[in-house]
Nanobody, 131 residues
Framework: VQLEESGGGSVQSGGSLRLSCSAS????????VGWFRQAPRKEREGVAM???????NIRNTVKGRFSIPQDSSKNTWVLQMNNLRPEDTAMYFC??????????????????????????WGHGTQVTVSL
């Protein structure tokens, strides 16, 4: 599978951006799709993932500001980012991944925010948030 991001750019603090990911190749077997990011001099981290059953997993630091809306096409997905902050500045990568067992009010099958469950990466799109 090949993944290509679009929609990155520069915005002032409090602004919004919408990232899109277009997938080609065999994607029908992906349990999870979503987004990771890597800020300068920091480790890559999961931002938001959505399972094929619609259940989302959103990083605590972006909850209430970022969302991963459902799309009718299984080969495209988006990351809606509102109320952006300078600390959101990073390279954003769209990914596909494998489902895993998670805990939270009991065990359930969902999408982790850990890299070990990612099986494909896009090349990334830069998001820069200024004061």
């Amino acid at each position: 599978v090949q993944l290509e991001e679009s929609g990155g750019g520069s915005v002032q603090s409090g602004g919004s951006l919408r990232l899109s990911c277009s997938a080609s190749g065999v994607t029908s077997g992906s349990d999870c799709v979503g987004w990771f990011r890597q800020a300068p001099r920091k480790e890559r981290e999961g931002v938001a993932m959505v399972h094929k059953n619609g259940r989302t997993n959103i990083r605590n630091t972006v909850k209430g500001r970022f969302s991963i809306p459902q799309d009718s096409s299984k080969n495209t997905w988006v990351l809606q980012m509102n109320n952006l902050r300078p600390e959101d500045t990073a390279m954003y990568f769209c990914v596909t991944g494998r489902e895993t067992l998670l805990s939270g009010g009991g065990l359930y099958t969902g999408c982790s925010l850990r890299e070990e469950n990612v099986d494909a990466w896009g090349h990334g799109t830069q998001v820069t948030v200024s004061l």
